[in-house]
């Protein structure tokens, strides 16, 4: 089994900053991507931006310039830093990571419970 633990939510005033950490545990012989999504209320679930194992990055254009995705190889835990936060950042957040179980698995892809992002104007 393979389990991702996201935390760091919370609530926030607009252009503070919140660091969210998501760690990954369990049966796992290694992760290939890993990344940040989102969900508001009523809206479908978004990327928010993406990180393979060697550390190339990829965004959505609302947070280019502003959230910083990262990961530690080590711990299994990538990060997002997200500064400037903006009322339409507000959402539950939700890391997931394609994980290979064995040498001979193929990836699956797990997915946290999510954290909550609120940011008040």
């Known amino acids: 089994q393979v389990q991702l633990v996201e935390s760091g939510g919370g609530l926030v005033q607009a252009g503070g900053s919140l660091r969210l950490s998501c760690a990954a545990s369990?049966?796992?012989?290694?992760?290939?991507?890993m990344g940040w999504y989102r969900q508001a209320p009523g809206k479908q679930r978004e990327k928010v931006a993406t990180?393979?194992?060697?550390?190339?990055?990829n965004y959505d254009d609302s947070v280019k310039g502003r959230f910083t995705i990262s990961r530690d190889n080590a711990k299994n835990t990538v990060f997002l830093q997200m500064n400037s936060l903006k009322p339409e950042d507000t959402a539950r957040y939700y890391c997931?990571?394609?994980?290979?179980?064995?040498?001979?698995?193929?990836?699956?892809?797990?997915w946290g419970q999510g954290t909550q992002v609120t940011v008040s104007s």
């Open positions: 997931n990571a394609g994980v290979r179980v064995t040498y001979y698995s193929s990836t699956g892809i797990y």
């Open positions: 990180i393979t194992s060697s550390g190339s990055t």
């Open positions: 369990g049966s796992i012989f290694g992760i290939d991507a």
